[in-house]
């Protein structure tokens, strides 16, 4: 992964360990074929995809509310990236990522 973009989403993420759980379920679901947010080039790794998804303000989180931790680990797993968009084809769409602190 590209140093630079690695420290670009620190900065924005604001915690490493955070940061590592986001990009991890994001290079999961772009290796089980889910489609990038982002313009890529056949070189690009899954890891600077994801990374560049959240410097660009593609994949955004938020803590967990009294409802949604209700919801079983496995449900939350299948859940933490959410397109909210709407729109399956739209390059402005973003994800949230729902992380249970």
Known sequence: M??????????????????????????QQLNQGA????PTTPEMGSGDIALIEIVEGKIVWREADDESSH????????DLFVDESGAADSDDRTITATIDL
């Open 35 to 38: 489609d990038p947010f982002v």
């Open 71 to 78: 919801i079983s680990g496995a449900d939350l797993e299948d």
């Open 2 to 27: 590209n140093v630079e973009l690695i420290e670009k989403a620190a900065q924005i993420v604001g915690d490493n360990q955070l940061l590592v759980n986001i990009v991890s379920k994001r290079v």
